[in-house]
């Protein structure tokens, strides 16, 4: 068999496994919309939602109703915040929620600097009828950053019926640990429609989660129904007229994140390049503290141990006690210029105390030498 058979044999069979291969594009479905199922935010559209939040943490039972608003293009970048009735029930805490919102805030800021996160070659024909087809794949098992490195332990199913993308499933197939959780269930749904523009936008995303944290089981239910898009054209879009309502009247209280600060400078300007910021100061107390016991086995001065004879070292040790107090403050006085400052105090104790010998005991009739350093 000549080479060139060889060839044409090896390209055949290229051109067969490449036939065979599961595109999602194939099924209609955009190469980054697995990518927008992770965050809500990732389709660029501004929104309202209203969520309803179902929580519990050992004998702590939360039930809330909060509206949802994302703004993808603010004077200050992307901007997540939330809407609540004050007069119809209080919120059970806002600096939950708002650590909630710096959260995903932070984790929406490293995937608009990625790529793809999801395996294209782990696409596969699940299930195949008249009526829908089921299509599964997987994200990327490395490569991942820390905060959502969770993604690689999630399966994916997209259901597909009369020949448009209806939802996308995920289930974990393993426990995974995400913000000091263990997380042992893991479920999410993301529904879809096609709006005039032959584009999907979501129109209702459940997710739920429980396992442990810190030694207590905690599970979460997050219902939300997308009530409002608006296009990029400035265009308003109502899903759910029926859930509408003015989110600007008085009686709503906002709960978000400070964009507007004065430092770092020029962090708007960062911020909207798709970059998050840390908190533009911080301080940092230490505290230690020390207790030594010595023990000497010989006393020697200029290599003589003639000492010995009035002082017996077996007898005698040392306590040395140690307390440092450490203060350090910091700026960020520009997005790449974090300046700061130390001070601190050590204060250090130490009581030699020196047994004698029965000569030694003509000197010191106690017995015990005590001398503080």
Do not use: C
Request: net charge negative; no cysteine; proline share 4%.
């Amino acid at each position: 068999m000549n080479r060139w058979m060889l060839l044409s044999l090896l390209l055949l069979s290229v051109a067969a496994w490449s036939s065979d291969k599961v595109r999602l594009s194939d099924y209609g479905i955009p190469d980054d919309l697995p990518d927008n199922v992770v965050s809500s935010m990732e389709q660029g559209l501004a929104y309202t939602m209203i969520l309803n939040v179902d929580a519990s943490e050992g004998d702590e039972h939360i039930h809330d109703v909060v509206y949802v608003v994302f703004e993808p293009n603010s004077e200050y970048g992307i901007d997540l915040y939330l809407k609540y009735d004050k007069t119809r029930s209080g919120i059970s805490s806002e600096k939950y929620y708002r650590q909630l919102l710096n959260e995903a805030m932070k984790l929406q800021h490293r995937l608009i600097t990625l790529g793809n996160r999801y395996d294209p070659n782990s696409v596969k024909l699940i299930e195949q009828t008249e009526q829908h087809t089921k299509l599964g794949y997987r994200y990327e098992s490395y490569g991942l950053p820390q905060d959502i490195a969770f993604m690689r332990h999630l399966d994916a199913v997209a259901t597909i019926e009369q020949g448009q993308l209806k939802r996308i499933e995920l289930n974990n197939r393993q426990a995974f640990d995400q913000s000091f959780r263990r997380v042992n269930e893991y479920r999410q749904s993301v529904e879809f429609f096609k709006n005039e523009s032959n584009q999907y936008i979501m129109s209702r995303r459940s997710l739920s989660f429980s396992g442990t944290h810190f030694s207590k089981p905690f599970k979460v239910t997050l219902e939300g129904e997308f009530i409002s898009y608006r296009l990029a054209s400035g265009e308003e879009v109502v899903l759910r007229p029926e859930l509408a309502v003015d989110i600007n009247d008085e009686r709503f209280e906002t709960v978000r994140v400070k964009l507007d600060r004065t430092f770092p400078i020029w962090g708007k300007e960062v911020r909207k390049r798709g970059y998050d910021l840390p908190m533009p100061f911080g301080v940092m107390l230490t505290y230690r503290t020390q207790s030594n016991f010595l023990d000497f086995t010989s006393f020697t001065i200029n290599g003589s141990r003639a000492f010995e004879a009035i002082f017996d070292p077996e007898g005698s040790n040392g306590n040395i006690d140690t307390d440092a107090f450490t203060l350090r403050a910091d700026m960020f006085v520009l997005p790449f210029l974090n300046v700061y400052g130390v001070v601190g105090k050590i204060k250090a104790k130490a009581d030699l105390v020196i047994d004698t010998t029965k000569l030694g005991e003509i000197l010191i009739p106690q017995g015990k030498l005590v001398i503080p350093l």
